[in-house]
């Protein structure tokens, strides 16, 4: 009995972090703006890099097809790729951690969340400058073409994630330990 009751409160909030995700990953924002990839890592770090894995694929199909910002074509692939990466990260980054309480996580998680994003940002301009090879365009201009039209929202996309990691990852994990009451997180 006890191990049901868990489940159901594991999946009742991964099922409200997937629905609180999408509704956030479907409306209108600023570019690049966004909270999926902490919602992914968090998902990663507390319930295990499968998960975080999932999540975030299952989070980046929905929005390819369903973004404010269009249909996202031949880079959903990418997209799902990267923020699968980000879970995955979300788990690793929790079998190495060694101390849960000190100031220092925020700054870490900061730096964490600022690395991941540029991967995932690398990863989706890659997937952009293959659709202009796709087109005709030679390979290094094509490579260089993404990554000047990307750089902008890039450097958006990682400023807004070191406030987002920074501020936010902690203080929600302290909320889903009370909930989910995983052991061993502070």
Not at 10 to 26: F, G, K, P
Not at 61 to 89: D, K, R, Y
Request: proline share 5%; net charge positive; aromatic share 16%.
């Amino acid at each position: 009995m006890g191990c049901t009751v868990k489940s159901s409160v594991t999946i009742s909030v991964i099922s409200v972090l997937t629905a609180l995700c999408l509704a956030i990953q479907l409306s209108p924002r600023p570019p690049n703006v966004e909270f999926t990839s902490l919602f992914t890592f968090i998902l990663g770090f507390v319930f295990g890099p499968f998960m975080g894995i999932l999540f975030g694929s299952f989070v980046m199909f929905v929005n390819g097809f369903f973004s404010p910002w269009g249909f996202a074509g031949p880079n959903m692939p990418f997209q799902i790729a990267g923020m699968a990466l980000v879970g995955l990260a979300g788990g690793v980054y929790r079998r190495y951690l060694q101390s849960y309480n000190s100031s220092k996580i925020y700054l870490e998680v900061a730096v964490l969340g600022a690395f991941l994003t540029v991967v995932y940002d690398l990863i989706t301009n890659f997937g952009v400058a293959l659709y202009y090879m796709i087109a005709g365009i030679h390979p290094t201009l094509a490579v260089i073409t993404a990554l000047a039209y990307g750089t902008p929202f890039s450097l958006i996309h990682v400023f807004s994630n070191i406030a987002v990691f920074g501020i936010v990852f902690f203080p929600l994990i302290k909320a889903l330990n009370s909930v989910v009451m995983v052991k061993n997180l502070g």
